[in-house]
T-cell receptor, first 105, second 119 residues
Framework: SSELTQPPSVSVSPGQTASITCSGD??????ACWYQQKPGQSPVLVIY???KRPSGIPERFSGSKAGNTATLTISGTQAMDEADYYC????????FGTGTKVTVL | EEHLVESGGALVQPGGSLRLSCAAS????????MHWVRQAPGEGLVWVSR????????NFADSVKGRFTISRDNAKNTLYLQMNSLRAEDTAVYYC????????????WGQGTTATVSS
């Protein structure tokens, strides 16, 4: 079973803010990464090292970490942000979180 | 542009073997750590294995340890995953991914190749 726990689903209205949490003991000592996966597509890295955005990722995606919990925030959520999101602890086991489906209503 | 293209997925019987390949292009393959990640149908992402840039350091998930091996040929810009003693629960899309230079995150993903273990 996964050692990183995420809520199964999050719903958000267009233009509003979506927050996805990721909790686990590993996060206390290691950096968190976040990936977006749309149906039928490969995952895309959206946040690394807790809060850094790769080039090409919109500024509305941000990340933070406090203790054993990492959070991905999508500000001004757009319809195109509807996807599954996975956190990952960057340690020797590279475990992924359970995944969160974000629905833009 | 940086690309990873997996191949080798197939239908195989339980107990059988498969060798997956991942061809890299558009970047200096020999400089990067590489990973395999899998996703069972309708399920989440699961990290499988990683190899450092020169192949001298390797790690596996407990679920595949002793059955899978990872290797790379930097002259051919190719990553491999040898899967032996396959089980039904190994059925998944297998993604080849690149570790970010400097660590922390997988920044390039292939399109995936499907391994199906069934009798």
């Amino acid at each position: 079973s996964s050692e990183l726990t995420q809520p199964p689903s999050v719903s958000v209205s267009p233009g509003q803010t979506a927050s996805i949490t990721c909790s686990g003991d590993k996060l206390g000592d290691y950096y968190a990464c976040w990936y977006q996966q749309k149906p039928g597509q490969s995952p895309v890295l959206v946040i690394y090292q807790n809060s850094k955005r790769p080039s090409g990722i919109p500024e509305r995606f941000s990340g933070s970490k406090a203790g054993n919990t990492a959070t991905l925030t999508i500000s001004g959520t757009q319809a195109m942000d509807e996807a599954d999101y996975y956190c990952q602890a960057w340690d020797s086991s590279h475990v992924f979180g359970t995944g969160t489906k974000v629905t833009v209503l | 542009e940086e690309h990873l293209v997996e191949s080798g997925g197939a239908l195989v019987q339980p107990g059988g073997s498969l060798r997956l390949s991942c061809a890299a292009s558009g970047f200096t393959f020999s400089s990067f750590w590489m990973h395999w990640v899998r996703q069972a149908p309708g399920e989440g992402l699961v990290w499988v294995s990683r190899i450092n840039s020169d192949g001298s350091s390797i790690n596996f998930a407990d679920s595949v340890k002793g059955r899978f091996t990872i290797s790379r040929d930097n002259a051919k810009n190719t990553l491999y995953l040898q899967m032996n003693s396959l089980r039904a629960e190994d059925t998944a899309v297998y993604y080849c991914t690149r570790g970010r230079l400097g660590g922390y995150g997988m920044d390039v993903w292939g399109q995936g190749t499907t391994a199906t273990v069934s009798s």
